[in-house]
């Protein structure tokens, strides 16, 4: 009898530890992190910064060809002074190129005017762009009635959007600047118990389906929710 009370104990402690015997489901979505890339944009202010990089350069190439001339003339002029005449020629070579050199020194002079205070705002602009700072009309779960808005918010790098805890794919459509695009991910649902002894529906193995962004950089590691970050360029 004695051996039976010992064997009935056990059970009971052990079944006390069941690590779930008492715990409380958490029913709220995991999320994800979206960054969006004005990629076109970017390519537009790089062709505006090569075009002043040109310029810059091809003004200082006819200014440092300009002084050359200078410098050679008056070496020139100091030989013809002392008796050298076969200088002549070159003189006249040498006055006849200035005035070129001195019109594509001030065409680009002209060109490049302004051209770093541009330069510093353009970069600027670029560096915000790729930061994702933008704003959101609003994204929408497909299939379901749940449209986040974002009226309150002026601009973000960021947007952070739920997936749905019962299923394995979510659909978006996300509308920037009044044109909609479209996003389909792919998960894994899991369950993981907390410190408090909550059960909580995670996600892992997230990667995009598809996508009618121009291109997008999918999840190579840390694909769980609250970690993942997915950046689409439009």
Not at 8 to 35: G, H, K, M, N, R
Not at 73 to 98: M, R
């Amino acid at each position: 009898m004695k051996q039976l009370l010992n064997i009935f104990i056990l059970f009971l402690f052990i079944a006390s530890c069941d690590p779930c015997d008492d715990c409380d489901t958490v029913s709220f979505e995991p999320t994800i992190s979206l960054i969006f890339i004005n990629q076109d944009s970017v390519n537009s202010l790089d062709d505006s910064l090569m075009v002043f990089a040109f310029n810059d350069s091809a003004l200082a190439v006819h200014v440092n060809a300009l002084d050359t001339l200078r410098s050679r003339l008056v070496e020139v002029q100091n030989g013809l002074d002392t008796g050298n005449t076969s200088l002549q020629a070159e003189k006249d070579e040498i006055l006849s190129l200035i005035p070129e050199r001195q019109n594509d020194s001030t065409l680009y002079a002209t060109l490049n005017q302004d051209s770093d205070s541009l330069t510093a705002v353009f970069n600027q602009t670029k560096s915000t762009i790729n930061s994702g700072m933008l704003q959101v009309d609003q994204i929408e779960i497909l299939g379901t009635q749940n449209i986040l808005t974002y009226e309150d918010i002026d601009s973000a790098t960021s947007w952070s959007i739920p997936l749905a805890y019962d299923g394995e794919f979510t659909q978006y459509e996300v509308t920037i600047a009044g044109i909609a695009r479209t996003i389909e991910f792919s998960y894994d649902n899991i369950q993981e118990v907390d410190e408090e002894r909550n059960v909580l529906i995670r996600a892992e193995n997230i990667q995009v389906v598809s996508s009618t962004f121009d291109s997008f950089d999918n999840c190579e590691e840390n694909c769980v929710d609250g970690e993942a970050s997915f950046t689409f360029y439009f």
